[in-house]
Every structure is written in structure tokens, then in C-alpha cells.
């Protein structure tokens, strides 16, 4: 059996429900890409909130997830260094990894090192 991987979903504020659809099904061809298998996806519908975020930490938890892929860094945070902290959150909370499908030059350092990572 496939491990376990969450998805992670910020609807910032250019994404319409059809994009976010979009980014769902990459998160899904991302988990089997990577062998895992996708249980689920959060989607922070709401700008500057967290509800979903604190949901996914702890559902992983409750779950046992260690993996957790999100479409690209700024569905953490649009701001780097943000986006960094609530990786290490995720990431020391869980005990696992954030995968990223859109990885950009500073995050292709592979899981489950302190910096970004990318499917194996």
C-alpha cells in the first residue's frame, strides 16, 4: 500500500474554483507521480486565514500523515520567508515533509532536509 500525502491548497486571490480544481489534479497526478497516495485536500478559501492550514496539520496528525504536497511555495505563504516558517511548522509538527509539484530553484533540495523539497 501507498503512503498517505495531503494536499495543500491556498485559493489566493487570482484562483476561481476552476483553478483550484486544476491544482487539485495536479496534487493528485503529483501523489501518484511519487507514489503516494493522495487521502485528501485542504483548501484555504479565505485570504489571510489559516483554518484550513491548522485542519491539515491536524489531520495529519490524528492520520499519522508525514506528507504533505502543496501546488508551489506560495500556497504557504506569498511572502518567502513565511512561506519557509510554515514549512518548518508543517514539517517539525508532522515529523515528515512538504513535497512541492511547482518547486522553484531554492526548494529543489530533496525531502526531508530542512529546505524545500521535491518528489523523489
Not at 2 to 7: M, V
Not at 62 to 68: A, C, F, G, K
Request: net charge negative; glycine share 4%.
Amino acid at each position: 500500500m501507498k503512503p498517505p500525502i495531503y494536499g495543500y491548497v491556498r485559493a489566493l486571490p487570482d484562483l476561481d474554483d476552476q483553478a483550484v480544481s486544476h491544482l487539485h489534479d495536479e496534487l493528485a497526478h503529483f501523489a501518484v507521480a511519487a507514489g503516494f497516495t493522495l487521502a485528501g485536500v485542504f483548501v484555504e478559501r479565505r485570504w489571510l486565514h489559516l483554518a484550513a492550514w491548522d485542519a491539515l496539520v491536524d489531520h495529519c496528525n490524528q492520520q499519522e500523515v508525514r506528507n504533505v504536497v502543496v501546488p508551489a511555495s506560495k500556497h504557504l505563504h506569498t511572502l518567502p520567508a513565511l512561506s519557509f516558517v510554515m514549512q518548518s511548522v508543517i514539517e517539525d509538527v508532522i515529523g515528515g515533509c512538504v513535497w512541492f509539484v511547482h518547486p522553484d530553484t531554492a526548494e529543489e533540495l530533496s525531502c526531508p532536509s530542512r529546505s524545500r523539497s521535491t518528489a523523489p
